[in-house]
């Protein structure tokens, strides 16, 4: 059992609402037991996300005291899922399309993606992706016509490739289990940063299979069907329908807010 704690410090001076999502339970962690220090308005719980709602007219901090079993990822079974087939606007690429029939395999298109797709340079990142982190990536497009794509920008490639060819695939937003901090606005690279994460699961056979294209590509080691490496997952999916906003969010990684600031999250170990 690991016991630790997420902080969000909202900065704002009028009305804000804020999501703060935090692990969900699945085959390969489970939420033990979880405390708010402030009591949130709304409170949601469902298979592939969990989030609290919380409206504020000033500066204020909310922590999570959690205690979670967290173990390897590895397949698990599942019914067949009546989603995640849709090609997403961020997904429309008739090179992809074309990529995706000639390849036909998630592990086609993992070794593909691994050897075509380089990780794109610090300053881009710093500039396109650091700058709010509340909209995901870049579309499926610009990673082709890049050739490049961080964790984000290649889970959104293979998982786009597998849904072309009918298999149903979705994004895994989480975070290694270590210690550090992010802002949604203006986050800058180093040593104490939150090391947020995404990967993949696809659908075959009654199993839902992880993949993670990125760290195999740093790494060197296979990471298609199992990983190792402790992470925590936070919502399966994109375009998340959230409580009091008509219009989904692509990301629930961090948190979403509106008229505020910035919001900082924290993930710190309790004894």
């Known amino acids: 059992m690991i016991k630790f704690r997420l902080e969000w410090f909202l900065e704002t001076n009028k009305k804000t609402r804020l999501w703060s999502p935090f692990p969900i339970t699945d085959s390969n962690q489970e939420l033990l037991n979880y405390e708010f220090t402030k009591k949130p308005k709304k409170l949601v719980l469902t298979d592939n996300y969990n989030y609290a709602y919380f409206e504020s007219n000033k500066d204020f901090m909310v922590k999570l005291h959690l205690e ?71 579309s499926v497009q610009e990673v082709l016509e890049s050739m490049a794509g ?14 072309y060819v009918g ?76 409580y009091n906003k008509k219009e989904p969010v692509y990301s629930l990684q961090m948190g979403f807010f509106d008229q505020a600031k910035n919001l900082t999250l924290s993930l710190k170990f309790e004894s």
Not at 150 to 163: A, P
Not at 187 to 199: A, N, Q, R, T, Y
């Open 68 to 138: 979670m079993d967290v173990r390897s990822f590895r397949s698990y079974d599942a019914p067949k899922p009546k989603k995640y087939l849709e090609i997403e606007p961020l997904m429309l690429s008739e090179e992809a399309k074309k990529l995706a029939k000639k390849l036909k395999t998630p592990k086609a298109f993992y070794k593909w993606i691994i050897e075509n797709i380089k990780f794109p340079e610090i300053k881009f990142i710093e500039k396109k992706l650091l700058t709010d982190l509340r909209y995901g990536c870049y």
């Open 150 to 163: 961080e964790c984000g920008g290649k889970s959104l490639l293979f998982v786009s490739l597998c849904r």
């Open 167 to 242: 298999i149903p695939a979705r994004i895994v937003q989480g975070y290694f289990l270590k210690e550090g901090k992010c802002k949604i606005h203006g986050m800058k690279l180093g040593p104490s940063l939150l090391d947020v994460h995404e990967w993949v699961e696809f659908y075959e056979k009654g199993k839902w299979y992880p993949v993670d294209c990125n760290i195999a590509q740093q790494s060197g080691k296979v990471y298609f069907g199992q990983f190792d490496d402790l992470r925590i997952a936070i919502c399966k999916g994109t375009n998340i329908k959230l």
